[in-house]
Structure formats: C-alpha cells, structure tokens
C-alpha cells in the first residue's frame, strides 16, 4: 500500500510558477502509475496529469497541458508537478493518487490511494 503526501501549494499571482510534491512511502510506488488531480470549489475532482511507472509517459488535460510538467524521482519517491503560467481558474485543492491503469487523459484507473491534497490559490 502507497501512502501518499502532497506538499508545495500556496498564493500565487496569475502568471507565476509552482512546483508542488508528492511523497510516497511503500513499496509499491515504484510499480505504480501516478497521477494529479484537483478539485475547485464547488466542482468535482478532475484529472490533471499523470505519469507511467516507468516515467516514460506523460498525459495532461487540455487545460493544463503545454504549460505543466510530471514528473517522478525514483530515488527520493517523489512526484512533481511543475505548473507555469498559473490562472485563477487553476486555484483548487491538489491530490496526487497512485492507481493501477496505464494513464490516460482519464487518469490512472482505479486509484489505491490518495494524498490529503495541497491548496493551490491563484490571484488575478
């Protein structure tokens, strides 16, 4: 079993940068696909990137994508989430998860286990 923990978000103006974390404790992170998701107040969660178990595959939605980048450190367990060119409509509560499918602009399949999530607040 993963256990997970988000960290690195914050206020940030419109247009900045923020690179938020993952830790993984277990086993298993090392066989997992990973993923980040996020959920705006008042909406439902929502895919936003993820990455293979290898880290030789990276997807994002739309709205992030050419402007954020995954990635993952065998070594320290960790995943990242590098985001530029922030909006507000970026601002929402950050999870990162490990799941078991082979991403996909859906995500990672069933997930096994999520992070507490990071608050992202982006000001215009």
């Known amino acids: 079993q993963v256990q997970l923990v988000e960290s690195g978000g914050g206020l940030v103006q419109a247009g900045g940068s923020l690179t938020l974390s993952c830790a993984a404790s277990g086993r298993t992170f090392n066989r997992a696909s990973m993923g980040w998701f996020r959920q705006a107040p008042g909406k439902e969660r929502e895919f936003v990137a993820a990455?293979?178990?290898?880290?030789?595959?990276?997807v994002y939605a739309d709205s992030v994508k050419d402007r954020s980048t995954i990635s993952r450190d065998y070594a320290l367990n960790t995943m990242y989430l590098q985001m530029n060119s922030l909006k507000p409509e970026d601002t929402a509560v950050y999870y990162c998860a490990s799941g078991r499918a082979y991403p996909s602009n859906r995500g990672i399949g069933t997930v096994d286990a999520w992070g507490q999530g990071t608050l992202v607040t982006v000001s215009s």
């Open positions: 990455i293979s178990w290898r880290g030789g595959y990276t």
